[in-house]
């Protein structure tokens, strides 16, 4: 995406840290900020500090400054309007998708990964290209992704495409910051543990890289065109965010050289991105960002300024993820209000210029409710709340008690459907707990 200075229509860098006065998109689809005259002014005071070529430019200096101090004057941090053109396909605004966990797509051969997704009733899937602990999946020659640990999974072209054929929408999961083993190889664009001066960890003993730097942006931006030129139909950005566990008040950020606020650093990252792309790019966020105004959590994730650069917004709404003061006494109206109150809310404060995508809780972990009456709620809550359609996360793979709800929806929504019993009397026993599918590291702060 070209960025434009509208005063003399040369092209500017992202002007990220200008995010915060007005934007608005041009007749022609480009991203046009106002004052992304102050490179302009910069390039004329390099030029002649009191002379300018033209008159044009010399007004155009004056009209910077005027917008500048105008929109200073309204708000320090006023958040950019939220409208983009979409590149989201019909498919991909209705997509009904679940995770695949990387060992199953390890696993898949020819078309076998498509009929699983066929058999679960949905229609799209998500696919580590880039995963929780660093590791790129399907190749080992990347500058910063080479070795043994990567490309477990050559073969995802071959999947992609069989995908593809049978109609299901693919979305490239790329975790960002959260990277193992790029923190490893590059330690000094580690995030730093300030009391061992060596690199930080969180509560899983993994590695983390500075979102700050650069060469850690440059890593991210690779994997996610190389997922892109591999056919997928979506990439989708994960821990696109700040560590803000506990032990992060230790952490430090050697590549941090202005106060630039933590939103700013995100949002920095999401356009480098989406400028490097053709397809669709989504995000996934902490469920509270809907409830929290501003970067209330030191994530990083103030809504009004990452979504100008994206496609789709996937808020992370599982319950295991909700403090106890929003889920005090778990039951399922609680449960429905939650989620349809932060679907409704995401979508009304972007505007509805932003596909809201809600991700579901697919697995038992703190889900005192469990059962097929559980999954159906959290679709219900979803769709009423204006979700435009809907993942599923389960960490390993398990999607019994969501193909028995779809499976009883598609029939009610069918014409020739006949009445169906309430998804509480499917004879269909829960499976056991698996603490461990549970996305732990990803609950709220």
């Known amino acids: 995406m070209d960025f434009l200075c509208v005063f003399c229509g040369r092209p500017v860098p992202p002007p990220v840290f200008l995010a915060q006065f007005v934007s608005h998109t041009g007749s022609n689809g480009r991203k046009i900020h106002l004052p992304a005259a102050f490179d302009y002014i910069g390039s004329m005071r390099r030029q002649s500090l009191f002379y300018f070529i033209t008159w044009r430019h010399r007004l155009g200096y004056l009209a910077c400054l005027s917008v500048i101090f105008a929109s200073v004057s309204q708000a320090a941090f006023a958040s950019p309007e939220t409208h983009r053109a979409s590149r989201l396909s019909d498919r991909g605004r209705q997509a009904v998708g679940i995770y695949a966990p990387v060992p199953r797509v390890h696993k898949a051969r020819g078309d076998s990964l498509a009929k699983w997704v066929q058999r679960i009733g949905a229609n799209a899937v998500v696919i580590d290209v880039k995963d929780d602990r660093g590791r790129v999946t399907f190749s080992r020659e990347l500058p910063d992704a080479k070795g043994p640990q990567h490309g477990i999974s050559p073969h995802i072209a071959d999947l992609v495409q069989s995908l593809k054929a049978h109609d299901i929408y693919v ?10 083993q790029l923190a490893r190889l590059r330690p000094d664009i580690a995030i730093i543990d300030r009391r061992t001066n060596t690199p930080w960890r969180d509560r899983t003993e993994l590695g983390w890289v500075d979102p700050h730097s650069q060469v850690a942006r440059d890593h991210i931006v690779r994997v996610a065109v190389a997922a892109q030129e591999m056919g997928f139909d979506e990439i989708q950005l994960d821990y696109v965010r700040f560590p803000v566990e506990r032990a992060a008040a230790h952490a430090a950020y050697p590549h941090r050289k202005e106060r ?8 920095q990252l999401l356009a480098e991105v989406d400028s490097a792309l053709t397809i669709p790019l989504s995000i996934d966020v902490f469920g509270l960002t809907a409830y929290n105004p501003g970067d209330a959590d030191g994530l990083g994730q103030w809504l009004e300024y990452l979504a100008p650069y994206v496609d789709a917004i996937s808020p992370m709404v599982y319950l295991a993820n909700w403090p106890a003061k929003y889920y005090e006494k778990p039951s399922h109206a609680a449960t429905y209000r939650l989620i349809e109150g932060a679907v409704r809310r995401t979508d009304e404060r972007l505007d509805r210029q ?16 469990w059962g097929p009456r559980f999954i159906d709620n959290q679709i219900e809550a979803a769709l009423d709340g204006g979700a435009h359609g809907f993942l599923f996360w389960n960490q390993g793979g398990s999607y019994r008690l969501l193909s028995t709800v779809l499976q009883q929806r598609a029939k009610k929504a069918s014409p020739e459907a006949s009445p169906e019993a309430s998804p509480e009397a499917s004879p269909e026993a829960s499976p056991a707990a698996v603490p461990e599918a549970s996305p732990g590291e990803r609950t709220a702060p």
């Open 354 to 369: 932003v596909l809201v995508r809600p991700l579901l809780q697919g697995f038992q972990w703190r889900a005192d409710q």
């Open 171 to 180: 979305i490239a999961r790329v975790v960002c910051f959260k990277d193992h």
């Open 260 to 267: 630039t606020p933590r939103h700013m650093v995100i949002a």
